[in-house]
């Protein structure tokens, strides 16, 4: 099987195009062909997209796109349409955390590019139930998680070493992470806050910092994917504060390191993280909720530890040995 996997692409930068690295090497690992097609260019190169796809996909059997909300929703596009002139099989994941606002304010968009589809992948039960909002046909499957045991560390007492991994955007409202922080360092000062990452709003994180007098907090600026794991393990607690989101793997490489997951409880997070189960939840953009939740793993030694265990076991579900199949059979192809 040959499968082109077209998607706004940017190396080793997780995300959607983690998900489409791990894609490609477990697709390679099992003897298939897996290209990668970037849709990622200068707006005057875009137009030149859909003849460009056209040209190098038709050796492929198979069209896998991946696409969220916005300018995200190129690669639907273009793959779609060069897709069905070449006559392939289609297959979209959708990733957008933003999907309801995105399909509520384009549905005929929408609707013209996930019907011409084979198959329309969703990642959560989020996804899944705005799908069927707007009518539109889905499959589940979710994120892959690259599970290695030698990651997992089982802390003998969680320490106040919090780190956030989301980029520096407005949607990660990461100001909900320093501003709980402040609250935190009053009762804790020896608490330490690492940031990992870079983008637009990351000048202004510095200076919100800043002004709000935090010590101990590192800006790393921008880290590749590779390195997440040993940044992790220098940790505790894992914080994330998103206003919008979908399915995180952020999260789910925390759990994969021994980390206590504390995230806002927004978009398909509570479909995967059970609040005092397998992580902790607060309301978004709720900062005084935040630093409780964090003061409270701190007092809460054995409560954190079993959460922690627990997710450790609820992430198998996302190992490549139990998605394949499914995706094996939306690619028309036999386990």
Known sequence: ???????????????????????????????????????????????????????????????????????????????????????????????????????????????????????????????????????????????????????????????????CTRAHETLYNIPCILRAFKQVQTQCPEATLTLLGDGSEHQNLINLAEELGLQNVTFTGKVDNNEIYHHLDNADILLSSPTIDNMPVSLLEAMNAGLLVISSNVGGVPYMVKDKNSGLLFKSDNDEELAQKMLWALTNQNEAKNIILKAKENISHYRWENIKEQLYTAYGLPA
């Not at 916005?70 to 289609?90: D, N, S």
């Not at 198959?119 to 046909?137: C, D, M, R, W, Y």
């Open 1 to 163: 099987m040959k499968v082109l996997l077209i998607c706004n692409y940017k190396p080793r930068v997780g995300g959607i195009s983690g998900q489409v690295e791990i894609l490609q090497k477990k697709l390679s690992n099992e003897g298939h062909t897996a290209k990668v097609f970037s849709t990622k260019a200068p707006i005057l190169r875009r137009l030149t997209l859909p003849f460009r796809l056209k040209a190098s996909g038709k050796s492929f059997d198979v069209f896998h796109i991946h696409c969220c909300s916005h300018w995200g929703f190129l690669p639907a596009i273009i793959g779609v349409i060069a897709g069905r002139k070449l006559g392939k099989r289609i297959v979209l994941t959708y990733h957008g955390g933003g999907g309801e606002s995105f399909f509520d304010k384009h549905p005929k968009l929408v609707r013209h590019f996930l019907t011409r589809t084979d198959t329309n992948i969703v990642l959560s039960e989020f996804l899944a139930q705005i799908f069927k909002k707007h009518g539109l046909p889905y499959i589940t499957i979710p994120n892959i998680l690259e599970l290695d045991e030698s990651h997992f560390r089982l802390r003998e007492k969680l320490n106040p070493n919090y780190i």
